[in-house]
């Protein structure tokens, strides 16, 4: 996971850690994260803060050390590049760009890729996404469907 960053992204991610330690002992705690939060306008729970943490502290300490730190920012990245790629395809289907994928807009699509565009392989496909049943499906509905949640 960490072997996919740069030495270049990992000094980079030093010097954030180092900043958010903001005692130099090595680890991020509860209250160090506390601080970078407020410090940019958030102001989580004391249990929301904990859960930060307990979601990157591999070994159980209740802190978060370089080596976790870098696991962090290692998936935060690939999430990064995963939504990025979501939007792309996204609007590959929205022709219009109006932020909506249209029942047309699929059987064109469809049609391109030389696939059944019939109006019952349409309508099942927008039901299959369209959530909030408008007829047509919006980029929570897409990617909700694309990550299979």
Known sequence: MVETLTADQIQEFRQAFDIIDRNGDGVITVDDLAAVMRAIGQSPTANELQDMIR????????????????????????????????????????????????????RSLLISLGLDSSAEVVRRMINEADKNRDGKIDYAEFRALALGK
């Not at 690939?78 to 807009?105: C, K, M, Y």
């Open 55 to 106: 979601e990157v502290d591999a070994d159980g300490n209740d802190t978060i050390d370089f080596t976790e730190f870098l696991a962090l920012m290692s998936r935060q990245m690939r999430q990064s590049d995963i939504e990025d790629e979501l939007r792309e395809a996204f609007r590959v289907f929205d022709r219009d760009t109006d932020g909506f994928i249209t029942p047309n807009e699929l």
